[in-house]
């Protein structure tokens, strides 16, 4: 990812519960074609850089069940 992940206005899953997997994304940096994710419990750790394609069939899938809890 070419921009600094301290610089981007990062946004938390409507998903993300008190102290359970809390994910962020940086939605203004989909207009370049990926998607930074990253654990906020861990701002200054690594960021996932997704493309915007992907990410939103992840969404389409999680949306639809198609994933379940272990």
């Given at each position: ?24 994304w940086a939605p203004a940096q989909t207009t370049t074609g ?37």
């Amino acid at each position: 990812m070419t921009t600094d992940p301290r610089t981007l206005i990062w946004s938390k899953s409507s998903y993300s519960g008190n102290g359970g997997s809390c994910v962020e994304w940086a939605p203004a940096q989909t207009t370049t074609g990926i998607v930074p994710v990253r654990d906020s419990k861990n701002p200054d750790g690594p960021v996932l850089s997704v493309p915007t394609r992907s990410f939103a069939e992840f969404i389409a899938g999680v949306k639809s069940g198609a994933f379940f809890a272990a």
